[in-house]
């Protein structure tokens, strides 16, 4: 049989039955020219199209997989820089196949292009002055969403572009006016849709071969799961704060469901009605957001629109809900101590909530304000939320808030936190303010350091008491021993040239002592090894891929949520939960004897 560019060779057909596996395949994946594809991705949808398992190729382009698949499937080949290879393949109950592909190349620059990463387009984004004009743009528009994807890269005119900085400032997008006319022109500019030449490399290792990537959909196109946790109950929960439900994921069956949570007395957006939120992307009331679980079973969720804080008990499926108070507005990330103390982060209004479940006791302190500026605007927020909710869908908060003048450096917002395993102590990140700072959990006495990197996002701490921390503003990691208070910073590497990247959040196997990390500029995830003090890239199956929080299965996988603002702007056009096995690759490869 000839073979094409672009489709799957069957070379043989093997009846050989595998035991607990439906579908499994092995063979080698090739470049045009005939040479051997390192690091290329062989993806296998089951035949609904809902689920997909991914291995990488070795360094002599092998591959094997066992996936719980049957049926017409769906097998894809997959490398930066080429065209793929498809095919449908019909899979009989126990049996493998042997699929080789051959990788195509692109009939123009322009398809070519539509394959690359939106930190390709970004790169090319014509700052007028790249030092002090791009900071607030990798601040202000790409954390909601991938900002250069297909989606929002689309050619506009200029005052089209000034439209489209004003609807995200309606979303909370902190800008300045200023600000806002220089990223309007930018992108004006540089979004101009005219191919180009590029290329990017995800750095292919003998790591990446032995790991394995599974993915279940989940919803519609514009269902928002921002955070997904790993319960102790195996299952994976993902918080919609789009349309406040939790979505509840069995992996070893691929069953999904959905509980809604319960009405509150509040019109669509809570308390952050006035703003302008999408209809299609926000219908609820709640805005649930971050999730953490206490010893009782009991999962605890922060509600950032309604600012509440809501527990789910998995076995009766009853939701319970409470009120945060003291203007408390977006109620954040939150996290679960030795004792069984609920915390959380309240970003809009520069706060910390501390929930003791016992007693249903609720504080709420209030963090350093950072200077005069801050401290207005903290005091000044909350007024301006409750003054928009008369109007709703108006906006009209925007005409009378500072960040129109300031920008986003006018607020602290206090984002991410973590409980520190030594000795119990709180500590949170600062994202404008670029801080990080440390509770005393007895005495609640707070201390704050400010960070060499910008953009502080969502950190957490290693087995050791080392707390690592995402700079998202300046693309790298930090590393603070709270004992020598002493930073570390690395840059993590790009893809391409004059890339950067935007790593939103991490979390440490505490087992492993590995760094796991969301890279969203470039579809990938990123581990750094402290030993060695690497990085090891994992490039995402499914391009547009934003993941939010990390959590751990018991048996080692890292699993997150993609979650795209809209879900619509994805590949396959709705999220997902996806789950990195690091060795799963290598236990097919054993299994086939590959």
Known sequence: MKRTATVFTAIAMLVQPVVGQAASFTGRVTLPDGRPAYGAMVTVFDADGERRQTVYTAAD????IRTPYAGKLKVRGRLSGFKDG???QQASAGGSARLNVSLGTFASLG??????????????????????????????CNYCHQMGNGWTRIPRDHEQWIGEVEKMENMLAMQSQAQGRVIAETL????????????????????????????WLVGDGYTFIHDADVADDGLLYGTDEGHDILWVLDRETGKIEQYKLPDIDLPRGGIFSGMKLPI??????????????????????????????????????????????????????????KNDIVWFTIVASNQIGRFDPKTEQMTVMRLPSNGVLRWVTDQLFPT????GSWFPDQAVHLNLSTHRFFGEQILAFPYGIDVNPVDGSIWYAKLYASKIGRIDSKTMEVKEWDTPMLGPRRPRFD???????????????????????KFETYRIPAVGKNEYETPYALNVDRKTGQVWMAANNSDRIIRFDPASKAFFTYPSPTRVTVLRDFSFTEDGQVCSSSSNMPAAAIEDGRPSFICIEPEGGAADRTALGS
Do not use: C
């Open 463 to 485: 087995a050791n008491g080392i707390f690592w921390i995402p700079a998202f503003d300046s693309g790298g990691l930090m590393r603070f021993d709270p004992k020598t208070e």
């Open 86 to 88: 498809t095919v449908e």
């Open 188 to 215: 004006w500019k540089g979004f101009d849709g005219k191919p180009f030449q590029a290329s990017q490399s995800y750095g292919a290792n003998p790591e990446l071969a032995r790991a394995k990537v599974r993915e």
């Open 111 to 140: 398809e070519m292009n539509e394959t690359l990463s939106a930190s390709a387009f970004n790169a090319r984004l014509p700052w007028p002055n790249l030092k002090r004009d791009r900071p607030a743009f990798v601040s202000q």
């Open 384 to 387: 301006l939320m409750r003054i």
């Open 280 to 337: 299609g992307q926000f219908t609820g009331k709640h805005g649930p957001h971050s999730m953490a679980q206490t010893s009782d079973g009991r999962i605890w969720i922060t509600n950032a629109l309604s600012s509440t804080l809501m527990n789910f008990d998995p076995r009766t499926k009853a939701f319970k809900t409470y009120q945060v108070g003291h203007d408390a507005l977006y109620p954040h990330t939150i996290r679960v101590d």
């Open 61 to 64: 382009g092998s591959y094997a």
